[in-house]
Nanobody
Framework: QADLVESGGGLVQAGGSLRLSCKTEKITRYSDMAWYRQAPGSQRDLVARITIDSLTNYADSVKGRFTISRDSAENSVYLQMNNLEPGDTAIYYC???????????WGQGTQVTVSS
């Protein structure tokens, strides 16, 4: 079982929106949290990252369309995706870094498909 559990993926038309959620039942506390994505035949790339102080950075391709947020008390991270494009089609993975251990944690991935 993955340490992190994503939800919220699905099929949407271009221009639509989706909100991805990532949560854990574990008591681990995290520093950085992030969303990555991997399209077929491509490497896994960073989409957005948020630090424990809520500083954020985004891939150029999603700036102005995606927003990452977190609820540290709930060990959760979210990705609001607006104005989706077919190029956003991928499996989206949640990532978190252990605050004290520095260990890397991953979710099992959730499919996002954007039709034209």
């Amino acid at each position: 079982q993955a340490d992190l559990v994503e939800s919220g993926g699905g099929l949407v038309q271009a221009g639509g929106s989706l909100r991805l959620s990532c949560k854990t039942e574990k008591i681990t506390r995290y520093s950085d949290m992030a969303w990555y994505r991997q399209a077929p035949g491509s490497q896994r790339d960073l989409v957005a990252r948020i630090t424990i102080d809520s500083l954020t950075n985004y891939a150029d391709s999603v700036k102005g369309r995606f927003t990452i947020s977190r609820d540290s008390a709930e060990n959760s991270v979210y990705l609001q995706m607006n104005n989706l494009e077919p190029g956003d089609t991928a499996i989206y993975y949640c990532y978190a870094k252990g605050r004290w251990s520095g260990a890397n944690y991953w979710g099992q991935g959730t499919q996002v498909t954007v039709s034209s």
